[in-house]
């Protein structure tokens, strides 16, 4: 098969990693790829949020399956336009992936299909969300959690613990700190408890869970200071257990799958649910309609080969067909970024390092923001690598991704020294 992938983050060194394995797979394409993608897959210059253009790319590449990897295209229609032209392609519609691209949206089908969610209000006026902010504080005396409603790269959410900083954080929404995402806010009730992420494939009516994780928001150790893409992540997540998945499963994933299928818009794609757990109970923070950055690295370190397979099923309509063959292992990966990240950080720094790290199975250093410049490899975004190893215990992991960390040299870059630390 020729295969395209969409995108040139991690996430997508890693799906290009996986599928790479899979004899099934004989000419892989990545667009626009990066330097390390480059190593082992075909780059392309291509605008993946232009579905015309990718079908075009598509149809002049003989290609036959697209895995889409960033939420744009996904929101932006590719997969609806590659549908059109008979390609097949792993990714929700647009309609579908509105659990994504609205907050509002992924609320109302909660609320319509009865899964366990915060308490929330959508809001197009500053004023009534302002006024709304005032009133809970005075009411409940509790932080309170201010979202822009569309995409935001992942950035657009402000755990407000005080009247001043939810106002604030209205105010530069509707201002436009995140474009057209912050038309509208959603505010809702803070959650407490313990995050965690649950994978799952989708082809339309059957569902299929892949995987548990957990990633580190914050930049700082002990999940300090302010939020980001995410600085690492580990899976599986023991905080879920089996019989909290089947928990979820029952109470949140099946029925928002019912719901978007009575809608006419069914799901087809992988489908990241967000969840929060406390007293043994779940509840839905988010869904994310593609494969989580980094969550994604420690997946694919897990999953290997049958990734293709997998999503190939998915796409095919076949899933209550398959099964996820699971090694008894743990996978971790650390994020390395550039100093100054999340807020302004320089490009440009020289990585040295690499050439010497060792990459099998077992330990890979998948690249997120790096290019070739003169022969070198240098730093070209906030996040840049993602160390990850896999190990018969999460201990054993961490361990051997913090030796390749140490083993790297880019005193330009830094990373947390404590991924994994609440489950170890």
Known sequence: MNILVLGGGGREHALAWAIKQNPKCDRLIVAPGNAGIAEIAECATLDAAKPALVVRFCEENAVDFVVIGPEAPLAAGVADALAEAGIAAFGPSAAAARLESSKAFTKEVCDACGAPTAAWARFTDPAEAKAHVRAHFEAMRAPIVVKADGLAAGKGVVVAESVDDAVAAVEAMFAGAFGEAGASVVIEEFMAGEE??????????????????????????????????????????????????????????????????????PYRGVLYAGLMIDAGKARLVEYNVRFGDPEAQVLMMRLGAQALDLMLACAEGRLKDCAVSWAEDHAITVVMAARGYPGDYEKGSEIRGLDAMPEDSWRMVFHAGTARRDGKLVASGGRVLNVTARGD????????????VDAIDWPGGFCRRDIGWRAL
């Open 196 to 265: 965690a992420s649950f994978f799952v494939l989708v082809d339309g009516e059957h569902v299929l869970p892949i995987g548990t994780a957990q990633d580190h928001k914050r930049v700082g150790e002990g999940d300090t200071g302010p939020n980001t893409g995410g600085m690492g992540a580990y899976s599986p997540a023991p905080v879920l257990t089996e019989a909290l998945q089947e928990q979820v499963l029952a109470r949140i994933i099946e029925p928002t799958v019912a719901e978007m299928a009575r809608r006419g818009s």
């Open 393 to 404: 215990s999460l201990q054993a992991a961490r361990d051997a991704a913090y030796a390749m």
